[in-house]
């Protein structure tokens, strides 16, 4: 069975920078994409950034782009999500997902880490 286990979230002001972490485990690493996507309260779940872990490709929300970078450890079957120059909105649960790049690209995926919250105070 698939797990995706992520870490890195917490508090910080406008402005700084935190780094999530997410390890997969008892799956098909090399052959999809991985991504994150974030949910604040009372809103939809919205895509943040993915990867296609075979080709490096990433993709962004315009919302993040410049400031977020994804990036992966194929040795560690581990992505990353850079944040950088956080802001108020940033604010929401961050989950890591797994699955072909069809479904991560649409907003789905196979698998979902159990979410990391990220706090960003003005």
């Known amino acids: 069975q698939a797990q995706l286990v992520e870490s890195g979230g917490g508090s910080v002001q406008a402005g700084g920078s935190l780094r999530l972490s997410c390890a997969a485990s008892?799956?098909?690493?090399?052959?999809?994409?991985m991504g994150w996507f974030r949910q604040a309260p009372g809103k939809e779940r919205e895509g943040v950034a993915r990867i296609a872990t075979r080709s490096g490709t990433t993709e962004y929300a315009d919302s993040v782009k410049g400031r977020f970078t994804i990036s992966q450890d194929n040795a560690k079957n581990t992505v990353y999500l850079q944040m950088n120059g956080l802001k108020p909105e940033d604010t929401a649960m961050y989950y890591c997902?797994?699955?072909?790049?069809?479904?991560?690209?649409?907003?789905?995926?196979?698998?979902w880490g159990q979410g990391t919250q990220v706090t960003v105070s003005s």
């Open positions: 008892g799956y098909t690493y090399s052959s999809n994409c």
């Open positions: 997902a797994a699955g072909s790049c069809a479904l991560v690209g649409a907003g789905r995926a196979n698998f």
